[in-house]
C-alpha cells in the first residue's frame, strides 16, 4: 500500500493514478475529499487528513508500506503557511511514517531548494530534504523543475483565451519546465527503490523561456498574442512592498524573479541514460491544453503578433 500526501495535486494525482493502473493499492491523503472524487472513482481509497494534525498521519500510515509528500504550500499564509506546512508538517509526517515502520519515504522538493535561497518555501523545502536524510528512513529525494501546469500555463492561458498574457521580467531565462507526469514518473521508480538515497534534480526535455513559452501557445492556439512585461525593477519593489501585507503575493513574485534570473536548467542526459523515459515536450503539453491532438497542425493566427510591450 502506497500513501501519496497531496494526492490532489498535480504531481500526486498524476502518481495515483499511474500506480493505480499498474494494479498497486494507494491511499491518497487530502484535506477535502470532495477533490479526490476522481481518484476515489479510479479505485483509490480516500483519507481526509492535513499535515499540521499529526494524529490524522499515524492513521493514515497505518498498513502503508511507502509513502511519497507531494503537497506544498508556496502561495499559503496564516496556517497554511509553508513553515506550517512543508516544514512542521512534513516533520509530522516523517515521525508517523517512522512509527508505522514504513519501508520507502519519498519526498519532493522543488528545484532551488537550498539554504541560502532568498524565498522562504524553499528554504524550508531544503531544511525538510535534511530532516529527511536523517531520518532513518529509506529515502529519495526529488527537485522539480517548474511545472508546465502551473507556471507555463500561467503565461500561456490567458493567450489561448484572449490573445493576452504578462510576463514577470524579461522572459528570457531558460527554464526546464516538466510536466507532472514525468515528475511522477520518477516518483514512481523510486517506489520501487531504483533511487534510493539519491536527491535528484527533474526537468524537462528542454529548456525553454518564458517568451518561447508564450510563442508555443500562440502559434498552437492560432491566435495572436500581445504581451507585457512587469520589469524587474518592478518586480523587486512589488515583492519588498507586498512582505509582510501580501506575503503570499511577495512570495509568488519573488519565485518569478528566480525564474528570471537564476539558472533553472537540468541536465536530465545522465538520469535518462539510466532510465530512458520520453519525457513530454512542451508543444504537446500546449496542444493537449488547447483541445489538439499531439502534432496536429495549428492555424494561423489572424494577425502578426504583436510586439512585447514593457511595464
Not at 527503490?193 to 498552437?220: C, H, K, W, Y
Request: include cysteine; glycine fraction near 8%; hydrophobic fraction near 45%.
Amino acid at each position: 500500500m502506497i500513501l501519496v500526501v497531496g494526492g490532489t495535486g498535480n504531481v500526486g494525482s498524476a502518481l495515483v493514478k499511474s500506480q493505480l493502473e499498474a494494479g498497486v493499492h494507494v491511499r491518497a491523503l487530502t484535506r477535502d475529499a470532495k477533490k479526490a472524487q476522481s481518484l476515489r472513482q479510479a479505485g483509490a481509497q480516500i483519507y481526509v487528513g492535513d499535515l499540521r494534525d499529526a494524529d490524522s498521519l499515524a492513521r493514515a500510515c497505518r498498513g502503508v508500506d511507502k509513502v511519497v509528500a507531494a503537497a506544498h504550500s508556496l502561495l499559503g499564509v496564516g496556517e497554511n503557511s509553508p513553515k506550517l506546512v512543508d516544514g512542521t508538517g512534513n516533520r509530522n509526517l516523517i515521525q508517523a511514517a517512522k512509527a508505522a515502520s514504513v519501508q520507502r519515504f519519498v519526498f519532493l522538493s522543488a528545484l532551488g531548494a537550498r539554504a541560502d535561497n532568498p524565498i522562504d518555501f524553499f528554504r524550508i523545502k531544503h531544511d525538510t530534504e535534511t530532516a529527511v536524510r536523517e531520518s532513518g528512513l529509506d529515502f529519495t529525494i526529488l527537485r522539480p523543475a517548474p511545472l508546465m501546469e502551473v507556471w507555463a500555463a500561467q503565461v500561456g492561458d490567458p493567450i489561448r483565451k484572449d490573445g493576452r498574457t504578462r510576463i514577470f521580467g524579461r522572459g528570457s531565462n531558460p527554464i526546464s519546465f516538466v510536466a507532472a507526469a514525468d515528475v511522477a514518473y520518477f516518483a514512481a521508480l523510486a517506489l520501487r527503490g531504483q533511487l534510493a538515497g539519491e536527491t535528484l534534480d527533474i526537468g524537462g526535455p528542454q529548456a525553454l523561456t518564458m517568451n518561447e513559452v508564450a510563442a508555443a501557445f500562440a502559434r498552437i492556439a492560432g491566435r495572436s498574442a500581445q504581451i507585457t512585461h512587469v520589469a524587474p525593477a518592478t518586480m523587486h519593489l512589488m515583492a519588498g512592498v507586498t512582505g509582510t501585507v501580501r506575503p503570499a503575493y511577495s512570495r509568488q513574485v519573488q519565485t518569478a524573479i528566480m525564474l528570471d534570473t537564476q539558472n533553472m536548467v537540468v541536465d536530465m542526459e545522465p538520469l535518462l541514460a539510466r532510465f530512458p523515459a520520453e519525457l513530454t515536450l512542451l508543444d504537446d503539453f500546449v496542444a493537449a491544453r488547447c483541445g489538439r491532438k499531439p502534432g496536429a497542425p495549428a492555424t494561423p493566427p489572424p494577425a502578426k503578433e504583436a510586439a512585447s510591450q514593457p511595464r
